[in-house]
């Protein structure tokens, strides 16, 4: 299981990770930008570490209503939604709370907050929120290069879904469609997710498409 959970808390590849603005500066030429990946990719994690049937989740919205906010532009009413994410991975369950202008993303935050208690992507609660300059006529700014990884961590990223990796999802799905999810993903627990050395990965595969067949 420790396998598990360090697979989950890797780095993401830099490209798969996000920049948002928190705050501008008052002659809005700067702005106060934070790292996040979105949901799409904590869903792709999941999948590729424990297996589409390795995991499940469910939701409850704790609120939806209207909120009264002043800011520079006056007094305005925004949406305000809250949902509890409760997932589940290889029977652990740990639960959190998103919030956003709509179920959408109130269900997004939820999902990456509960997410973050397995490991995923918490590294990037450790970075700095970062200044860069902000061009307020085109509403953009440069995103800022995240540091670079450990010798280890940039080997991992380079090969973050070789071939055989893609080979076994597409064989995870057709299990899935089969209806032998939970078989498939009992398989890829025992290997800790897509096997630790190539060998394991074809030991992996193997098992898979014997499954397939019957």
């Known amino acids: ?83 509890k994410c409760r997932l589940t991975v290889l029977g652990v369950t740990k639960e959190d709370v998103g919030e956003g202008d709509s179920l959408k993303a109130a269900f997004s935050d939820a999902l990456k907050r509960a997410a973050v208690k397995f490991g995923v992507g918490r590294y990037l609660y450790r970075l700095e929120k970062q200044w860069v300059d902000y061009d307020p006529e085109k509403g953009r700014f440069t995103p800022p290069k995240l540091p670079e990884p450990s010798p280890g961590e940039e080997e991992g990223l380079e090969e973050e879904k070789p071939e055989a990796y893609r080979l076994i999802d597409q064989l995870l799905e057709r299990l899935k469609e089969k209806g032998l999810g939970k078989e498939a993903a009992k398989i890829v627990t025992r290997y800790g997710g897509y096997g630790k050395t190539p060998e394991e990965t074809k030991r992996l595969y193997g098992e898979l498409r014997a499954l397939l067949k019957g």
């Open 1 to 83: 299981m420790d396998e598990v959970w360090q697979k989950l808390s890797e780095p993401f590849p830099p490209g798969e990770v996000q920049w948002r603005i928190e705050a501008l500066s008052r002659d809005k030429k700067r702005a106060l930008v934070v790292p996040y990946v979105d949901a799409r990719t904590v869903l792709d994690r999941l999948d590729r570490v424990v297996g589409p049937e390795g995991w499940q989740d469910a939701y409850e919205v704790l609120a939806d209503a209207e909120r009264a906010v002043r800011d520079e532009r006056g007094e305005r009413r925004e949406r305000l939604v809250e949902v």
